[in-house]
């Protein structure tokens, strides 16, 4: 009997690809998706069924939040057994922090979720999109003895495929505008599509999709840099109702020895916020305890972000807040990694 093609969802939530150039202000802003796909004859002979379905008021990525991500989850879950794979157009600017969010979202996911958009609208001449879309719903219709490949939620852009969570915007010009710093890409696309299956998720079992969708937005980001001064530290700490900070460091995770940035942090984890180690460098590991000016930090008890981006340990912090992880078991929980978002 012959095998039925794989159905995949194209959820568009706006961004680059979908917009058109407003004649007026030359602008670019969002348009009916289904009728710029109309005029990509290429679609038809994918080897799959796509359906698609629109944000009603598609988005510039700068204005996601976090009930856009809880949209996109519900999409996913009200759909999950009626398609193979989910492919989510999505402006850049933001992408990875929402790739990051729905991998932490989707628990025992079986089934690829991947993420994709452009530079350059899909209707202009030179467009990034279309290559960027039809690899991104090949990979989401890859199969295996009737399983899919991938498991997880992915990132595609320029012919590369990415865990969601390990990536970064690095450019804001080129079309290769992604980087995933600390993880191998899970397949690249050339001639053919080779996909790297040592590293990829295993599918769980048989366990069924598990959709948290709780985030607690009593968070911040905070970038050290030389000179911060004791009030911005201690204002930001006072920020009403606050339960987690992600600190972003130097190097390893240093930050400077002075007793008043110590104890103003060690107050704040007494008083149950916790503060997480993320390293501003683009590469590489938090290490507490490497140099002496992250020795005190690990002993007033920082979790250390490892070799996380800040977008996943942002999402990461108010995905885990969101589900009532008590201060008592965070740092076991945030150290640990939950979809491969760390080492
Ligand atoms: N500003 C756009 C957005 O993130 C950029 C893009 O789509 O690449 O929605």
């Known amino acids: 009997m012959p095998q039925s093609k794989p159905k995949i969802l194209l959820i568009y939530t706006g961004g680059t690809i979908g917009m058109i150039k407003d004649y007026e202000t030359g602008a670019l802003k969002a348009f009916d998706f289904k009728k710029l796909l109309k005029r990509i004859p290429e679609l038809q002979l994918l080897d799959c069924e796509i359906d698609t379905i629109s944000f009603e008021e598609p988005l510039d990525s700068s204005n996601i939040s976090i009930q856009d991500w809880q949209n996109i989850a519900s999409i996913i879950e009200d759909k999950y057994e009626s398609f193979d794979g989910f492919v989510v157009l999505h402006g850049s ?13 989707l ?9 994709t958009g452009s530079q350059l609208p899909i209707g202009d001449l030179r467009t990034d999109a279309k290559e960027n879309l039809i690899t991104a719903i090949q990979t989401a219709s890859l199969q295996d003895k009737g399983k899919p490949v991938f498991n997880e939620v992915c990132l595609y852009f320029e012919y590369k495929l990415y865990r969601g969570n390990r990536t970064t915007k690095i450019s804001a010009e080129h079309f290769n505008a992604f980087a995933s710093p600390n993880f191998p890409e899970l397949a690249e696309s050339g001639v053919h599509l080779k996909v790297n299956r040592e590293i990829l ?5 048989n366990k069924k999709l598990k959709v948290n969708k709780s985030f607690d937005d009593n968070v911040t980001v905070l970038k050290l840099f030389p000179g911060i001064s004791k009030n911005v530290l201690s204002s930001v700490l006072k920020t ?26 060690e107050n704040a984890i007494k008083n149950n916020i916790c503060v997480i180690n993320v390293t501003q460098c683009s590469g590489g590991s938090v290490n507490m305890g490497q140099y002496e000016t992250s020795t005190q930090l690990k002993n007033i008890g920082i979790v250390s972000g490892k070799d996380i981006t800040s977008e996943a340990a942002i999402t990461k912090l108010m ?4 589900q009532k992880v008590t201060p008592k078991v965070f740092k076991t929980i945030f150290e640990t990694p939950l979809r491969g978002e760390m080492t």
């Open 240 to 265: 009403p109702n606050l339960k987690g900070i992600i600190l972003e460091t130097y190097g390893s995770g240093n930050a400077p020895t002075s007793e008043w940035f110590i104890s103003e942090l």
């Open 107 to 115: 628990e025992n996911l079986a089934k690829p979720v991947v993420f």
């Open 93 to 105: 600017d933001t992408m990875s922090y929402s790739a990051s969010a729905l991998s932490f979202m």
């Open 319 to 322: 995905y885990l807040l969101g």
């Open 201 to 205: 998720l295993k599918n769980k079992g």
